[in-house]
Structure formats: C-alpha cells, structure tokens
C-alpha cells in the first residue's frame, strides 16, 4: 500500500469512527470496529471485550479515554505480547508505539483520562451514571469525543 493509499484509508477511517461514535456511543468499541473493517487485525471477540472500557472504564471518568484504549488494544492487536509467549519478556516494541499514542492524544488533546476531556471539551465533569448528568454531558460535548475517536483511529491506521 502506498502511503498515498494509506492516508486515504485513514481519513475514511476517520469519518466512519465519527459517525460510529455519533450513531452508537461507546469510543472503543467504535476505534475498534473501524480498524477491524479497515484494515482487519481486530476480532469480534477484541470488539466485545472493549464495551467495558467506555467512560474511561465502567462510565466512572477516572481511567483512561475509552478511544485511546481503544486504540492502544488495536496496537496491541497487531504488535502485542501472544499468550504462548509470556515469558519470553514485555515486547519493548509494543510498549514503544503505545507511548508514542499516549503521547500525540496528551499533546492533541490535553489530557487522557476522560474526566480530563470532559473537563476540556466543556469546562465540567459529569456523573454518567446520573441519567439527566449523562444527557448533559451527551449535549455539551458535541462532536468533541466523536473527533477524538476517529482522531484515535486514524493515527492508528497510519501506525499500522
């Protein structure tokens, strides 16, 4: 693939991962899932496990941006640690691209946990367990976490 090509395919990865985030919610699932029907390396099974991680992990706020983790378990996918070599040390080259991620979403986007985007994108932090909080926040943000998902996704397909 050309890297004419290959910027393409991250730019219509882009797209696709906004519009998953605007029609259907849960940012990792939506990195996921764009990777998978762009580039493949992700299962089905990878998209399942992922549902948990939105919200910055159970909905809470306090962990990681769900696209971000999203992201890091498509690296992962593609250049993580496999079971039956678990011994064999921590794959150095993984961890290598995974901070270089962290790093560009840090400087993009001025944070990484999501009460930290929450707090960016609309000067607050919402309780999403609060049905009329979570309707709030749903408001307030916009298209912001959208663009952070399919922002996530592109770099991940240029990184791949």
Not at 49 to 54: E, N, Q, T, Y
Not at 56 to 67: K, N
Not at 108 to 125: A, M, V, Y
């Amino acid at each position: 693939m050309t890297r004419t090509e290959k910027q393409q395919l991250a730019e219509q990865g882009y797209h696709t991962a906004v519009q998953y985030e605007l029609d259907y919610g849960c940012c990792p699932q939506c990195v996921l899932a764009t990777v998978q029907e762009t580039i493949g390396i992700i299962d089905d099974q990878t998209i399942k496990a992922s549902h948990g991680l939105s919200g910055g992990g159970g909905l809470l706020g306090q962990g990681t941006c769900g696209a971000l983790t999203g992201g890091l378990m498509a690296l992962s996918a593609k250049r993580g640690r496999d079971r039956n070599k678990l011994h064999m040390g921590r794959c150095i080259n993984n961890f290598s691209k995974g901070k270089e991620l962290v790093e560009r979403f840090k400087e993009e986007f001025g944070g990484i946990t999501c009460e930290e985007l929450q707090k960016k994108f609309t000067g607050r932090i919402y309780d999403m367990w609060n049905a009329d909080e979570y309707k709030q926040f749903d408001k307030d943000r916009g298209n912001k976490c959208a663009h952070a998902t399919g922002t996530v996704t592109k770099w991940i397909i240029e990184m791949l």
